[in-house]
């Protein structure tokens, strides 16, 4: 059985990606404050504090974090879930993909408590969790184009940048995660140094969108 490396500081790229959105939504949270945005701040505070625990082993557990990291993907989840979701016009789309979410949250329990488990990765929710974001993002941007009457630049939008962060985010890991039963129980060790550079450049495309988003943000006008 082959041992991987120890980490290295390049390996913790997206704990740095993490921190710089965290420390914009936190300069940027007077101009925020009143809209969805605003919970942006809390919800990277916990990512930041998640990811740097999950470092320390704050978390592990029979040398495992994997329970932690079930709990964190359903938050996730939930919560970026919930902000799309406000982000749509179309009555319909929220009718039906609130439901989804319903579904999706009671599926990710249900697979945590008897399925998959609590000490196991639930490689299951987590794809079902990807298909509902990238939907919700696709609808986003169906709606951005079908609904908007006048000219902008989309590249000022920050609901823009959040959903193009979410939608390739969620695009890498469900490809990634589509392959992890098979791949991860077989302890290939090329498949974890993958994990490394996926859960960096994942992480980076995601966190740097956010950052731009809030940066963009302009206090008075619709963020779109």
Same mark, same amino acid.
């Given at each position: ?12 790229l ?9 420390i ?50 359903a =938050?996730? $989840?939930? !919560?970026? %879930? ?6 749509? @016009?179309?009555?319909?789309?929220k009718?039906? *993909? ?73 695009? =890498?890991? $469900?490809? !990634?995660? %589509? ?6 129980? @077989? ?6 140094? *993958? ?27 619709e963020?779109?």
């Amino acid at each position: 059985m082959r041992i991987l490396p120890p980490m290295l500081w390049s390996d913790y790229l997206y704990f740095l990606f993490e921190l710089m959105a965290f420390i914009a939504a936190v300069v940027q949270w007077p101009k925020m404050k009143g809209t969805p945005y605003s919970y942006f701040m809390p919800f990277l505070f916990f990512i930041v504090v998640y990811e740097f625990g999950t470092i320390r082993n704050w978390f592990s557990i029979n040398h495992s974090n994997l329970w932690v990291a079930n709990i964190q993907m359903a =938050i996730f $989840f939930l !919560f970026n %879930a919930l902000f799309l979701l406000g982000e749509l @016009k179309t009555p319909v789309f929220k009718k039906h *993909l609130g439901a989804a979410i319903v579904f999706t949250i009671v599926f990710s329990i249900t697979n945590m408590a008897f399925f998959q488990g609590f000490w196991k990765l639930d490689t299951m929710s987590i794809l079902l969790q990807d298909v509902v974001l990238i939907v919700l993002c696709c609808l986003y941007f169906s709606e951005l184009m079908h609904y908007t009457l006048q000219p902008l630049s989309i590249i000022r939008l920050p609901g823009f940048w959040v959903n193009t962060g979410l939608l390739f985010f969620c695009i =890498i890991t $469900f490809m !990634f995660f %589509a392959s992890y039963t098979y791949m991860a129980y @077989k302890n290939n060790y090329n498949y974890f140094l *993958l994990f490394r550079g996926i859960a960096n450049s994942s992480n980076a495309i995601l966190y740097s969108c956010l950052a731009v988003a809030f940066l963009c943000f302009r206090k008075g006008v619709e963020p779109g």
